[in-house]
């Protein structure tokens, strides 16, 4: 019975020790519980940061908003990515409605094409036979340009075509000296000009449109401005001509390719810089219906319009069937 009795001594021991044990484990337990407390604190942290993060991606980017009517309703499939330009918008010329949009509100630095503010500014505020001179700092701008010499004078009205047609740099700034007497004033005058023509995210930095710090505009407000500028009839008249001879002997040609190569191509204006990549926007009719394109960052800006002008206009006939077809069951009713 010794052993008996030693085996129920021992278990009783134990039995008797286990509450002891379990009290001293019991303040180790203690001590971890409070661990995952202080982890909680910067976890909601993080969670707020990326509320606040994305809340403020939001108020600044605005592509995230585009993304849905990025490819609408009716576009083949896949059409946007058959578009290399990071921007693109199409438009109903008489109605101003979008027909496509790929990231329309994305800022970029607009190239040549903001000089289309640079000339209907100029056409509003000069006569063709105004002199203008030539600063230094006109001359000494780099190329595209029409190689004005300081000391010569010319007619505003060569110059205004020379911006339009052969998108000269020298030619942009000599105007803007002209009417505003400093690029950097015309500059702020161009921005006010496009909001009034209806641009909401452009902002202005130099006459040619070279890049520059803190100076944007979007596709969907190049559309905007060159919708009202070829309302103007001298504008427009001036857009259309594939080359002009100034008053001094010099041809003037057309960088707008399109006026050769696209179907109804009314006139356009094109750019190009490292940071903008190409740049354009035009306006095309067809059949009695008239749409202005637009396109900023683009790789391949000839295939990019033809791609555009093509479904535009497609666009645009579809839903004019769809509205007949819908007001013939009404009046079938």
Not at 114 to 137: F, G, P, Q, R
Not at 182 to 197: C, D, G, P, Q, V
Request: net charge positive.
């Amino acid at each position: 019975m010794a052993p008996a009795s030693a085996q129920t001594k021992r278990s009783t021991q134990v039995s008797g020790t286990a509450k002891p044990a379990v009290a001293k484990k019991q303040p180790r337990v203690a001590a971890r519980q409070p661990a995952p407390a202080p982890k909680a604190v910067p976890t909601q942290q993080v969670k707020k940061a990326k509320k606040n993060n994305t809340a403020t991606a939001r108020s600044t980017v605005r592509p995230a908003p585009v993304t849905a009517s990025a490819e609408p309703a009716g576009a083949p499939q896949g059409f946007e990515k058959q578009i290399s330009a990071r921007s693109a918008i199409i438009l109903d010329a008489k109605t101003g409605g979008e027909l496509f949009t790929k990231y329309p509100d994305n800022p970029r630095q607009p190239a040549s094409t903001i000089k289309i503010v640079t000339a209907m500014i100029a056409i509003k505020s000069l006569k063709d036979n105004d002199v203008v001179e030539v600063s230094n700092h006109a001359a000494s701008m780099p190329s595209s340009k029409v190689f004005l010499e300081t000391s010569k004078r010319y007619q505003a009205d060569d110059l205004i075509n020379a911006v339009l047609l052969s998108s000269a740099n020298d030619a942009s700034v000599a105007l803007a000296e002209k009417v505003a007497g400093s690029e950097e004033s015309f500059a702020n005058l161009m921005t006010i000009s496009a909001r009034m023509w209806g641009a909401r995210n452009t902002v202005c930095r130099t006459a040619s449109g070279l890049t520059a710090l803190g100076q944007q505009s979007t596709s969907r407000d190049l559309a905007n401005i060159f919708r009202f500028a070829m309302q103007h009839e001298e504008f427009a008249r001036r857009m259309r001509e594939k080359s002009v001879t100034t008053s001094y002997g010099k041809v003037l040609r057309n960088h707008n390719k399109a006026l050769w190569k696209v179907d109804g191509a009314l006139g356009g204006k094109t750019g190009y810089t490292v940071a903008a990549r190409q740049t354009y926007v035009g306006q095309f009719s067809r059949n009695g219906q008239t749409i202005v394109v637009a396109l900023m960052g683009s790789e391949t800006m000839w295939a990019d319009l033809g791609k555009l002008v093509e479904y535009g206009f497609k666009k645009q006939k579809d839903e004019q069937l769809a509205q007949l077809g819908s007001s013939g069951v009404r009046g079938s009713n």
